[in-house]
């Protein structure tokens, strides 16, 4: 019993012991994102892979969860009809490797946040022309999978849902 309770208590720890962690995530003056660990090592984070029409052209927001594990960053590409690029995918990184890309209702994604330490992140997305009310979305990390959402409308306000208070700046 005690040789299985030590094998259950290894398999646990040394997961979470290998994982790479996190302590600073740097968009660089050359538009290169630059992370790096706790152990000192510089990582390159990837653009983004996703199916998206154009390549990305930039990074935006980058953010480390609580637990140092996961980074996170909104990837911006080049608009059809304006002149400034547009954040259409939060990427998550994780291990040395993009976790996923979540595209959400399709739109602008203009802020987000961890929410839950690394399990979930919320975020919301607006049309970058035009009134629609703010689509907010929680996401669970590992799978992507779609937790909840809330459409905030101007014209019949309601309180935002705990989950996403804070995704959007004081003052914004």
Partial sequence: MRRLLAIALLLWVLPAWAAEHYRAADVQADGRLRLTTTRGATRWA??????????????????????GTTVG?????????????????????????ELRSMTGAHMPIWHWRFVHGRRDVAFVQRPSHG???DHYELREVATGRLRAQ???????????????????????
């Fill in 46 to 67: 990837p653009s983004d892979t996703s199916a998206l029409p154009e390549p990305q052209s930039a990074f935006e927001q980058a953010r480390i969860s609580a637990d």
């Fill in 73 to 97: 960053w909104l990837a911006l590409y080049p608009g059809c009809c304006q002149s400034y690029p547009l954040p259409l995918a939060l990427v998550l990184y994780r291990d040395g490797h």
């Fill in 131 to 133: 009134a629609a009310p």
């Fill in 150 to 172: 809330f459409d905030l409308d101007e014209d019949a306000p309601a309180p935002l849902p705990g989950w996403a208070r804070g995704v959007v700046p004081a003052g914004e």
